[in-house]
């Protein structure tokens, strides 16, 4: 759990503090790119967390979605980010894919 609660406090913190970059990189979308990585990453944290409930698939994307969407609605709000649905989007196929992922896999990640 304190693994999640760490991994959470840090994708709040990247997500909204103003970070500058490159918006593309080698014609490719880069902050896309990395909306993906994170939730990927995060749906493996979350499902570590929640791997002995009834559904975790369920609770993994219904918790980290959530997330990445009360995150938007506070971008939309600071004048230095945005709203948009792309990062929507792009969140879900991280969170998805992480999913898939532990599913074919078959990974145990339970701590002994």
């Given at each position: 759990m304190r693994l999640l609660f760490i991994y959470s406090i840090f994708?709040?913190?990247?997500?909204?503090?103003?970070l500058e970059?490159?918006?593309?990189?080698g014609?490719?979308?880069w902050d896309k790119i990395?909306?993906?990585?994170?939730?990927?990453i995060f749906a493996i944290i979350t499902y570590k967390t929640?791997?002995?409930s009834?559904?975790?698939?369920?609770?993994?994307?219904v918790y980290n979605?959530?997330?990445?969407?009360?995150?938007?609605?506070?971008?939309?709000?600071?004048?230095?980010?945005?709203?948009?649905?792309k990062d929507l989007f792009f969140n879900s196929l991280g969170i998805l894919c992480g999913l898939i992922f532990l599913r074919y896999f078959n990974l145990s990640l339970e701590i002994k």
């Amino acid at each position: 759990m304190r693994l999640l609660f760490i991994y959470s406090i840090f994708v709040l913190f990247i997500s909204l503090f103003p970070l500058e970059g490159p918006r593309f990189l080698g014609g490719i979308p880069w902050d896309k790119i990395i909306h993906f990585f994170i939730y990927f990453i995060f749906a493996i944290i979350t499902y570590k967390t929640f791997f002995k409930s009834l559904h975790p698939y369920l609770y993994v994307f219904v918790y980290n979605f959530s997330f990445g969407l009360i995150v938007e609605i506070i971008q939309y709000f600071l004048p230095y980010r945005t709203f948009e649905f792309k990062d929507l989007f792009f969140n879900s196929l991280g969170i998805l894919c992480g999913l898939i992922f532990l599913r074919y896999f078959n990974l145990s990640l339970e701590i002994k």
